[in-house]
């Protein structure tokens, strides 16, 4: 078990003490909570009797009816709340007697209907001078908190002594949880490799029911292709077959989630054909007929004369890679909020993320490996980087935000809600102040790396330039960051026009990350 898994099976076995009272456990759906219960029972502690109710969706006299069948305690005909309850309580002051101690677990407990949890609170006074009779365990998912915090169960809430909730497992426990299980199965080789593991808690985000279902399927399917050891795009696919056929098993507020996004959806599209009609239709009407008189844009006025061969030879039929000076008007004449063209960007890294309201949106990409790069440079930098950007273009107006999504040597394409937007470099030139800001996946654990730190990211990182330069990974790959290593990424940053210091810094890490099939890059964009 991970640490967190002993701490909460300390609060479970605390529960069942001689003054344990009421403990609370929860946990995300797969997170191990079960199982935890399922060690405690197999602890077969001493003098402790184990009333055990799996199903909570039960009648305020079924559910002590059944506390009452787990205990093999004896009850009158007819039966009603009354009779049931007295015949527990006497079973309890006779174990108690004997100097035995009952424990209530409940398993699910965030279904409990309200009337059976007032049921519950009552169950706790059965108690004598100095010790309470029965004590109660509360296993649940995060909602039972809820529940538990609601004004009418707020005597309930207060008996709890003891809380505890179960997170995921941390990308290194996640890592030790794959190769304890191997080991337990008698591998003597190393079957997942390092970028393979996180690419597992990468998908799983820690839980351990979503592993074990990512690398059943992984071995499947290395299986299958008679390969030895798994790879990260065979975690990726098998992500993709094993979690994708599951429904709302693992998300049940995904319903309610899609109905607001639908809704949402409905609204953007009636404001986009509203823009869209504003812009095509409405706007050309309103204008004056004599534009010809009309001054030209600071952007355009350094274009040649009309009545040169070359202006009206570019007027009549523009030249490949050459875009009309309209363009740059019609990407500011549509300025997307900063939070939509960021929204954009992070969906191209994953189509499935969404940002969360308010905060700081860079620090929750972060929790998702996904870091912001923001950075002052040229149209080179951009191309060296390769990833789509966010520019800051300056007006008379204020600040304007776009998208960058292609690069070639003449002009920039912009990402917009009516499609991808040309502009020529020239013109952006006058406009944009080489402010950016873009994304990057970081596998490793650390955001920087020197030469003589130890880390368990320093394997990946061998295995990055072995793909990427064919480089020769040393026979026994260590944590520690040598000589060898260090040569390695000064070659690697000289080859792609990367400062070269040895180090593993932001743009050394980004270039690594080139070739990933979940990587976005400048369409056109050529190093």
């Known amino acids: 078990m991970s640490p967190r898994h002993q701490e909460a099976l300390g609060h479970l076995l605390y529960g069942t003490g001689q003054h344990g009272g009421f403990v609370q456990l929860t946990g995300e759906v797969g997170t191990g909570k079960t199982t935890i219960v399922r060690t ?51 079973h309890l002051l006779k174990s108690h007697a004997e100097g035995r101690r009952t424990v209530l677990i409940i398993d699910e407990a965030q279904n409990l209907r309200p009337e059976v949890l007032e049921q519950v609170r009552l169950l706790t006074n059965l108690e004598t001078t100095k010790d309470k009779l029965l004590r109660i365990m509360l296993i649940g998912q995060p909602e039972l908190s809820e529940l538990l915090a609601r004004p009418d169960l707020r005597q309930l809430a207060q008996r709890i002594t003891a809380r505890f909730h179960l997170t995921p497992l941390s990308a290194a426990e996640t890592t030790e949880y794959i190769q304890h299980r191997l080991r337990v199965a008698g591998a003597e080789t190393e079957i ?8 597992v808690h990468r998908y799983a985000r820690g839980i351990p029911r979503l592993i074990n279902i990512i690398c059943d399927r992984a071995l499947l399917g290395a299986y299958s292709q008679g390969q030895r050891q798994i790879t990260p795009e065979m975690i990726r696919n098998a992500a993709r077959e094993a979690i994708g056929e599951l429904p709302t098993t693992f998300d049940p507020g995904a319903p309610k989630r899609w109905a607001s996004i639908e809704t949402v959806s409905a609204l953007a599209l009636a404001v986009c054909t509203l823009a869209f009609l504003y812009t095509f239709v409405i706007a050309p009407r309103l204008q004056p007929p004599a534009a010809a008189n009309a001054p030209v844009p600071a952007a355009v006025a350094a274009a040649p004369a009309s009545g040169s061969p070359s202006a009206t030879g570019a ?6 890679g050459a875009m009309p000076a309209s363009q740059l008007d019609q990407l500011l004449r549509r300025p997307q909020p900063l939070p939509e063209v960021m929204g954009r960007l992070v969906r191209l890294w994953d189509p499935q993320l969404r940002l969360p309201r308010g905060g700081n949106p860079c620090e929750a990409l972060s929790r998702d490996h996904l870091e912001c790069y923001r950075s002052n440079g040229s149209w080179s930098d951009l191309g060296q980087i390769n990833r789509p950007a966010i520019l800051v273009l300056k007006l008379a107006g204020g600040e304007q935000h776009a998208l960058l999504r292609e690069l070639t040597t003449t002009h920039a394409g912009f990402d917009t809600q009516f499609g991808v ?14 402010d950016y800001l873009l994304l990057w996946r970081r596998d490793t654990a650390e955001s920087q790396l020197r030469p003589g730190d130890r880390s368990a990211s320093v394997p990946l990182v061998w295995e990055r330039l072995a793909e990427l330069d064919g480089v020769a990974i040393p026979p026994e790959v260590k944590t520690y960051f040598g000589r060898k290593l260090e040569d390695a990424i000064r ?18 890490l980004i270039a690594l990350g080139d070739g990933q099939a979940s990587t976005p890059t400048l369409l056109g964009a050529s190093r």
């Open 421 to 434: 937007v040309k502009v020529a470099l020239s013109e952006l030139d006058k406009l944009w102040t080489g």
């Open 40 to 90: 405690l029972l197999e602890q077969r502690l001493a003098d402790v009797d184990v009333a055990m109710v799996h199903n909570p969706r039960q009648s305020e006299m079924e559910f002590v009816q059944s506390i009452c069948d787990e205990l093999h305690v004896r009850y009158d005909a007819p039966v009603t709340l009354k009779t049931l309850v007295d015949a527990l309580n006497s």
């Open 192 to 199: 997942f490799s390092r970028s393979a593991c996180q690419q």
């Open 315 to 320: 007027a009549a039929a523009p030249p490949l």
């Open 491 to 508: 070659q690697f940053q000289q080859q792609r026009g990367l400062p070269v210091d040895g180090m593993l810094g932001t743009r050394t």
